[in-house]
């Protein structure tokens, strides 16, 4: 098994940490005043779950008063491939991971104990703020996908995804915007696409994609960017990358993350999504395959959104 990183620099502060909940939380200053002035109003939650060895797990992170879920991502502590990540998804009552230990491991249940690192990016309820969720069709197909798109004159602020039935035997291939087939690339819009692990289940299952838009302020700017973070060689890799657009006055924050393993078979990879809480401005993917043949034939794609604040 090989172990690959690819780090980016990123020349931003670490965030500052307030306790708040049964498990660490952590949240960010608020901008101005005592806090960062180049701050558009993100702060950070963070909540890790108690360690055991149940085989379903949800967590919450619950965002500030005054701040809504705009995205975020979910870690699995404890176990790699043996645990598949089904829910990355902003809600109203904050940003929700749930995780599942994977139906075909022996008698279904994996003996070693983990939890779930969730950390959540939360911004200001902006005019125009909704969530849109569109769900898949719920049939036998293989892989499934959802396109979810903005409002006309609104703009993508954040994303998510989840798996709804079948969760132990279906994971995540991507999540990122859709491509159009009358238009092109939309970039007001995210795309989940989900597949079963084979031999593939009779469960009935959907997958839901997440597209978190509204109106912004004339000093805000949310920055869309899909990186090449790396290749596969062997059967795992963790790749961070950083919100970079060309430099300037500008410091970015990173609100969400998703992305793609580009593997010729569906339901092949495992794909973790999580911010970086060490610097505000980076988020990773790890990646579990189901074999260890890969040499570097397995393209890694990272989706980001940033936001920053135009400093006149």
């Known amino acids: 098994m090989s172990h690959r990183r690819l780090r980016r620099a990123a020349s931003l502060t670490a965030a500052a940490m307030i306790a708040i909940a049964a498990a660490p939380v952590h949240a960010a200053p608020p901008p101005g005043g005592g806090g960062d002035p180049y701050n558009p109003g993100i702060r950070y939650v963070e909540v890790t779950s108690t360690p055991g060895s149940d085989s379903h797990v949800v967590v919450t992170a619950v965002c500030p008063a005054g701040t809504r879920a705009l995205g975020g991502g979910g870690k699995v502590l404890g176990a790699t491939n043996q645990v598949f990540i089904h829910r990355s998804q902003p809600t109203d009552s904050g940003f929700v991971v749930e995780a599942s230990e994977r139906a075909d491991l022996h008698a279904g249940n994996f003996p070693g104990t983990w939890s779930v690192q969730v950390t959540a990016a939360c911004g200001p309820d902006y005019p125009g703020f909704v969530y849109v969720n569109v ?156 074999d260890d043949d890969h040499d570097g034939d397995i393209a890694l794609m990272g989706g980001f959104i940033c936001a920053y604040k135009i400093i006149y």
């Open 135 to 290: 769900t898949s069709a719920a049939d036998s197909q293989q892989t499934k996908s959802a396109i979810a798109e903005c409002p006309p004159r609104t703009t993508k602020i954040g994303m998510g995804a989840s798996i709804r039935g079948g969760g132990r035997a279906v994971r995540f291939d991507s999540l990122w915007r859709a491509y159009l087939s009358n238009s092109g690339q939309n970039p007001e819009s995210v795309k989940a696409v989900a597949s079963e692990i084979p031999p593939g289940t009779t469960s009935v299952w959907n997958v839901v994609a997440t597209v978190v838009c509204a109106q912004l302020p004339q000093d805000v700017r949310f920055a869309h960017m899909l990186d090449h973070v790396g290749s596969l060689y062997g059967s795992s890799g963790s790749y961070l990358d950083s919100c970079e657009f060309g430099g300037g006055v500008h410091r970015y924050y990173m609100v969400a993350v998703g992305g793609e393993g580009q593997h010729p078979d569906p339901g092949e990879l495992s794909l973790q999504w999580y911010l970086a809480l060490g610097d505000k401005a980076r988020a990773a993917l790890d990646v579990y395959a189901d």
